[in-house]
């Protein structure tokens, strides 16, 4: 499956659907640390991996394929909610690559830059997310292969 | 965090985009003023927990794609009913294992 980017959809978004998630995002940082001050931080530590931004975006993605379909005239209730699904499996991907840099960074802040295993253990979560989904994505090609030569 | 989110509203297909859902944004910006403030074994006990927030996220994102997918659930029903999910398996894992 090839990849693309439509730069278009940036001048399509609309300035709220980013402070919506910046909004979101921003109090569960506050959440994490009001936890943290209260129960210490391995209760804290959890809200870091929350599921902060993928609703907002989930939701935002449903009604613009909603939207799209509307306009040309056609119902798009059933494609919206398919099209954040796939979203929301590729939000499944990266959640195992967040463990990836979770652990990383409590196996490496101690003793190292804070600034290089940040840094570091980003690029990491993106080359497993990556990994992970190009992995899933030649899985699914070589079973829908056999599929197809199965039912000739 | 709006970096991500824009990273991942340009992108297709949209399972490759959707990757951008679960990235770190809040742990960067937390871990930042956790390390400023608090230090760095601090942050690090935090990250630790982390690793089980990441396992629920990734629960909690499977079903919701399940839901989205099989059920035709809405997307916003779906991602808020499963919140409180997130927060009792997550509070779980922590009060028996991490606490």
């Known amino acids: 499956m090839n990849l693309s980017v439509n730069f278009s959809a940036l001048r399509d978004a609309k300035w709220q659907q980013f402070a919506l998630r910046f909004l979101f995002g921003g109090a569960i940082c506050v959440l994490a640390g009001v936890i943290a001050d209260k129960y210490g931080p391995a209760a804290g530590g959890l809200f870091l991996a929350f599921p902060a931004i993928f609703p907002a975006s989930a939701t935002l993605l449903e009604n613009e394929q909603k939207e799209k379909k509307e306009k040309v005239g056609l119902h798009g209730t059933i494609r919206g909610r398919k099209v954040a699904g796939v979203d929301a499996v590729g939000a499944s991907m990266g959640a195992i690559a967040l463990g990836v840099f979770a652990a990383i960074v409590w196996k490496l802040l101690p003793n190292h830059s804070a600034g290089l295993v940040l840094l570091g253990a980003t690029i990491i979560w993106f080359a497993v997310s990556v990994a992970i989904w190009r992995t899933r994505s030649l899985m699914l090609h070589s079973f829908n292969r056999r599929k197809t030569q199965r039912e000739r | ?99």
């Open chain 2, 1 to 99: 965090m709006c970096a991500f989110a824009a990273i991942g509203d340009v992108l297709k297909p949209k399972s490759f985009a959707g990757l951008f859902g679960a990235a770190p944004s809040v742990a960067l910006a937390t871990l930042y003023l956790t390390i400023s403030s608090k230090g760095k074994i601090y942050a690090a006990t935090e990250t630790r927990s982390m690793i089980a927030g990441a396992i629920v996220f990734f629960v909690y994102a499977t079903f919701a794609s399940w839901l989205l997918m099989k059920r035709n659930a809405s997307s916003l029903v779906v991602t808020v009913s499963l919140m409180p999910v997130w927060l009792v398996i997550s509070f779980g894992l922590w009060f028996l294992l991490l606490r």
